[in-house]
């Protein structure tokens, strides 16, 4: 298995041929905030493109408001997209507190990118800063976090659930000399999901039934039990179900949202 590899501006000079050969996914930096782009992003992005390394992207927020929130959004996912790139995933790097309510900022954020077209986005957050920052996990696919060994080879686990562990900022890659970022996968999400060969799983449709209880008028009812299948998230599930996160989460006691497994049963109504 290839490795998972975040870089930026800090890495301008890739041999994306060599590095095709050691990586299975890379997460490009876009910008940090509004005011500053990665400047070396179309480069990277061009790269891999040429050499079908799959990537995702990332921005650093830097907003102090929820309207600001929104247009650093708009901003990240233009400027992603341009020169026809298409990303697989977005990604809210979240590490330092620019306003008092960090949570409704980072709310506004993923809400915007969803209505620019984002299909999957997640939330990556300082080790430290996951419970104070009181971000609502459950608004994002996936959760990313940093947690580093001073030895920058030894494996600290996160203490909080997280489907990507950027475990060190010293590994080695094919194509890129001195140290990168490295991460592995550690929630049930597999790299098919993320690199989007493992399509999210649609809610059945509802099906027809001879039972007289909880009929509609068209003799056809709607699941009230959803079996979850591997790349499914709770917000796609609960999506796709007219439904919420919230109300999910209290009808199945499930803690955390981002923690459901393929075969779990997931209460709907």
Known sequence: MGKIVDISKWQPNADYKALATDCDLAILRVQDGSTTKDLVYQTHANGCDKYKIPFGVYAFTRFI????????????????TAGGHKPKFFVADVEVATMKDMRAGTNAFIAELRKQGAKKIGIYVAHHLYDSFNLDYSKSDFVWIPRYAADGKSIIEPKYPCDLHQYTDKGTIAGINGGVDLNRLTGSKSLKWF???????????????????????????????????????????????????????????????????????IKLK
Request: aromatic content about 4%; glycine content about 4%; overall charge positive.
């Open 65 to 80: 408001s929820v309207e600001d929130a929104k247009v650093e959004a708009r901003d990240f996912y233009n400027r992603a």
């Open 195 to 265: 690199t989007g060969e493992e399509k999210v799983t649609q809610v059945s449709k509802p099906v027809k039934t001879s039972s007289t209880t909880n009929k509609t008028t068209n003799n056809k009812v709607k699941n009230t039990i959803y079996t979850v299948k591997s790349g499914d998230t709770l917000s796609a599930i609960a999506h796709n179900n007219n439904s919420t996160v919230a109300k999910l989460q209290a009808l199945n006691g499930i803690k955390n949202p981002n923690l459901i497994y393929a075969g779990q049963k």
